[in-house]
Structures are given as structure tokens and as C-alpha cells.
């Protein structure tokens, strides 16, 4: 039946971006945390991404969560002279983390969540019909 694929489908996208929501959060954890050690690297931001994949039994596309990529772009400095990882010039590598964006990203995820969860919630309308119409 062509609306239990489509309850399955945007079970895929929930379960993606559930997985998304952790990556970000993971992210807005950790975006204040200085290194280890002197010398070591702070925090690196985590990207997440997806991939789309035929599933044979489904006979439909879905979407999983993919690889967790690392953001590559500088480090954010923080001037703390006083700071046992700071450098010779009194500058403390910062994890490479905008609250902002981490923000933005986790609300995106939430309404995609949302979305998947609503269409969800219509399918399960419309088969409670379809029952009744038929025991009518």
C-alpha cells in the first residue's frame, strides 16, 4: 500500500534528522571549550550529511544520515593571557563553532522534523478513513 512507503519514507527523514539535531547539539556543547593542552587543537565543528538510497523493499527512495564531516575553516582566538593553552602572544585557539549558526541549523532541522513527523501523522489520518469508509 503506496501510504505505509510513504509512512516508512519520512520515517527515514525523521531518523535523519534526529541524527542531524545530535551532530548540532554536539556542536553547541562544545562551542566555548578551549584545547586540551597547549598546542592541541580545540573543537572542530561537525558537519552532518545525508545520502539518498533505494530501499528494494520500499520500492522508494529514502534518505539516511551520512558521513560526519569535520569543518575545516580557521579557529576563532580568544585573548586570555592567563590561560595555561594560550600562546606566546596571549591568544587561546576557540573551537571554530557560531552559536548563531548552530542556532539556525538546529531550527532548520526541528521543521524538517516536524514536517516528516506531520506527514506522518496525515498518512495515519487518511488510513483511519479509508478503515471507515470500509466498515461503513
Same mark, same amino acid.
Request: charged share 30%.
Given at each position: 500500500?503506496?501510504?505505509?512507503?510513504?509512512?516508512?519514507?519520512?520515517?527515514?527523514?525523521?531518523?535523519?534528522?534526529?541524527?542531524?539535531?545530535?551532530?548540532?547539539?554536539?556542536? +553547541?556543547? $562544545?562551542?566555548? !571549550?578551549?584545547? =586540551?593542552?597547549?598546542?592541541?587543537?580545540?573543537?572542530? &565543528?561537525?558537519?552532518?550529511?545525508?545520502?539518498?538510497?533505494?530501499?528494494?523493499?520500499?520500492?522508494?527512495q529514502v534518505v539516511d544520515?551520512?558521513?560526519?564531516?569535520?569543518?575545516?575553516?580557521?579557529?576563532?582566538?580568544?585573548?586570555?593571557?592567563?590561560?595555561?593553552?594560550?600562546?606566546?602572544?596571549?591568544?587561546?585557539? +576557540?573551537? $571554530?563553532?557560531? !552559536?548563531?549558526? =548552530?542556532?539556525?541549523?538546529?531550527?532548520?532541522?526541528? &521543521?524538517?522534523?516536524?514536517?516528516?513527523?506531520?506527514?506522518?501523522?496525515?498518512?495515519?489520518?487518511?488510513?483511519?478513513?479509508?478503515?471507515?469508509?470500509?466498515?461503513?
Amino acid at each position: 500500500m503506496d501510504l505505509l512507503k510513504s509512512i516508512a519514507v519520512a520515517t527515514s527523514g525523521l531518523r535523519s534528522q534526529s541524527g542531524r539535531m545530535r551532530v548540532i547539539a554536539e556542536n +553547541m556543547a $562544545n562551542a566555548d !571549550s578551549g584545547p =586540551e593542552r597547549a598546542g592541541a587543537d580545540p573543537y572542530r &565543528r561537525k558537519i552532518p550529511t545525508f545520502q539518498r538510497r533505494f530501499d528494494r523493499d520500499l520500492e522508494a527512495q529514502v534518505v539516511d544520515m551520512g558521513r560526519v564531516q569535520r569543518d575545516q575553516s580557521q579557529f576563532r582566538t580568544k585573548f586570555e593571557p592567563g590561560n595555561p593553552t594560550a600562546d606566546a602572544s596571549g591568544n587561546v585557539r +576557540m573551537p $571554530n563553532v557560531n !552559536s548563531l549558526i =548552530e542556532t539556525m541549523d538546529m531550527r532548520e532541522a526541528q &521543521r524538517s522534523y516536524e514536517a516528516n513527523l506531520n506527514l506522518i501523522s496525515s498518512t495515519r489520518r487518511m488510513i483511519q478513513r479509508t478503515i471507515d469508509i470500509l466498515r461503513a
